[in-house]
């Protein structure tokens, strides 16, 4: 693993300046280009929609029930991934379209809007592989740095992940209902039941969907559409658990201790989010069925600009990183989750066995 990067004084804030600079000069760029990409893009979401439960609902054999889960999962990958994450960061708030506006915009997925722009956007955005800050750290279930305690479960830890990928939905669903804490005694019952209220109604809405109307009106084809729905939410988590991840929990991603960022400037906030991320190689399909998250360096340290800007933002970022010395980790997919799949391995052991390992 790389060490972390520290910049000082008058480099820090250049570093930081150059970065401001950056920001804005894509800012002043944003306007029509971006709004007709993204519902172009909600277009092609809802027409992958309509060919894939068709698929399922009217067509015959293995050949169309096949097509029509590729098609459905790949309308809920890129709902999830494109719109609903990129539109909920508030890109495209300046639209002033209420159907495409950060506040109100829910998603195709079980997990409530409100909890996901709390947990994600604050949490998440504001403290960025914080330990103990950061409860997208590992999700609350798997060890993955040497500040984390260590306990005789997390030797289980690959078969925690493996669930989690496969229930990826429900993981980011129950995130800001904040479980841990209320079976350690540490939430009122009334906090937790206020909690779960706005999950349990919109998984109750999104199972209705998918496990019960869609089925209903396909009539005696209700077991084909209800394979062809549970088939195409799997695939749709596992290719998210697996880009998010890969984006996060690489072996060359930072940590940092709440101590490192008491009275953090923004160009030090800069830094943290480049180490603490790790870039996905690709063409432009693969990154938009990433959501442009292949990009999430940029996607940290500019979270509320356009995704697609990011490609062109990409290469500037990282020849600012390579001015400085600041390690600026890309990959192809493999690579990266590769490494992804390691680090779950190294840190699932008991940390003398993990040294002795190394």
Same mark, same amino acid.
């Given at each position: 693993?790389?060490?972390?990067?520290?910049?000082?004084?008058?480099?820090?804030?250049?570093?930081?300046?150059?970065?401001?600079?950056?920001?804005?000069?894509?800012?002043?760029?944003?306007?029509?280009?971006?709004?007709?990409?993204?519902?172009?893009?909600?277009?092609?979401?809802?027409?992958?929609?309509?060919?894939?439960?068709?698929?399922?609902?009217?067509?015959?054999?293995?050949?169309?029930?096949?097509?029509?889960?590729?098609?459905?999962?790949?309308?809920?990958?890129?709902?999830?991934?494109?719109?609903?994450?990129?539109?909920?960061?508030?890109?495209?708030?300046?639209?002033?379209?209420?159907?495409?506006?950060?506040?109100?915009?829910?998603?195709?997925?079980?997990?409530?809007?409100?909890?996901? +722009?709390?947990?994600?956007?604050?949490?998440?955005?504001?403290?960025?592989?914080?330990?103990?800050? *950061?409860?997208?750290?590992?999700?609350?279930?798997?060890?993955?740095?040497?500040?984390?305690?260590?306990?005789?479960?997390?030797?289980?830890?690959?078969?925690?992940?493996?669930?989690?990928?496969?229930?990826?939905?429900?993981?980011?669903?129950?995130?800001?209902?904040?479980?841990?804490?209320?079976?350690?005694?540490?939430?009122?019952?009334?906090?937790?039941?206020?909690?779960?209220?706005?999950?349990?109604?919109?998984?109750?809405?999104?199972?209705?969907? *998918?496990?019960?109307?869609?089925?209903?009106?396909?009539?005696?084809?209700?077991?084909?559409?209800?394979?062809?729905?549970?088939?195409?939410?799997?695939?749709?988590?596992?290719?998210?658990?697996?880009?998010?991840?890969?984006?996060?929990?690489?072996?060359?991603?930072?940590?940092?201790?709440?101590?490192?960022?008491?009275?953090?400037?923004?160009?030090?906030?800069?830094?943290?989010?480049?180490?603490?991320?790790?870039?996905?190689?690709?063409?432009?399909?693969?990154?938009?069925?990433?959501?442009?998250?292949?990009?999430?360096?940029?996607?940290?340290?500019?979270? *509320?600009?356009?995704?697609?800007?990011?490609?062109?933002?990409?290469?500037?970022?990282?020849?600012?990183?390579?001015?400085?010395?600041?390690?600026?980790?890309?990959?192809?997919?493999?690579?990266?989750?590769?490494?992804?799949?390691? +680090?779950?391995?190294?840190?699932?052991?008991?940390?003398?066995?993990?040294?002795?390992?190394?």
């Amino acid at each position: 693993m790389n060490p972390k990067t520290r910049l000082y004084g008058d480099e820090l804030a250049a570093f930081e300046a150059e970065l401001d600079a950056l920001r804005l000069s894509v800012l002043e760029q944003v306007g029509d280009t971006d709004a007709r990409h993204i519902r172009r893009v909600r277009g092609l979401v809802q027409g992958s929609a309509i060919a894939g439960r068709s698929l399922l609902m009217f067509g015959w054999g293995p050949v169309s029930w096949v097509a029509g889960v590729i098609a459905l999962a790949t309308a809920k990958i890129v709902e999830n991934m494109e719109i609903g994450h990129n539109v909920m960061h508030g890109q495209y708030d300046w639209m002033n379209d209420p159907s495409l506006h950060s506040a109100t915009y829910e998603w195709d997925i079980v997990c409530d809007g409100d909890h996901w +722009r709390h947990s994600h956007n604050v949490e998440h955005h504001n403290h960025t592989n914080v330990i103990g800050k *950061d409860h997208d750290f590992g999700y609350g279930m798997l060890r993955l740095s040497d500040q984390q305690r260590w306990s005789k479960a997390t030797l289980l830890q690959p078969l925690w992940y493996a669930l989690l990928a496969i229930n990826f939905q429900w993981g980011v669903a129950v995130h800001d209902i904040k479980i841990g804490r209320f079976l350690k005694g540490r939430m009122p019952k009334a906090e937790f039941r206020e909690r779960m209220r706005p999950f349990l109604r919109k998984a109750g809405r999104q199972l209705f969907k *998918d496990y019960v109307l869609f089925p209903a009106l396909a009539f005696w084809q209700w077991p084909r559409v209800l394979l062809g729905n549970l088939a195409a939410n799997l695939i749709r988590n596992l290719w998210t658990n697996a880009i998010i991840f890969c984006g996060h929990f690489t072996e060359q991603v930072q940590t940092y201790t709440p101590r490192e960022v008491v009275d953090e400037t923004r160009g030090q906030w800069y830094l943290r989010q480049i180490q603490g991320s790790s870039n996905l190689e690709g063409g432009p399909w693969f990154h938009l069925l990433t959501g442009e998250l292949s990009y999430q360096i940029e996607h940290h340290l500019f979270p *509320d600009l356009p995704a697609p800007r990011y490609v062109q933002m990409a290469p500037q970022v990282r020849d600012i990183c390579a001015r400085y010395g600041v390690h600026y980790n890309s990959g192809g997919f493999w690579k990266q989750y590769g490494g992804v799949l390691a +680090r779950i391995l190294r840190y699932s052991l008991p940390p003398r066995a993990k040294l002795a390992a190394a």
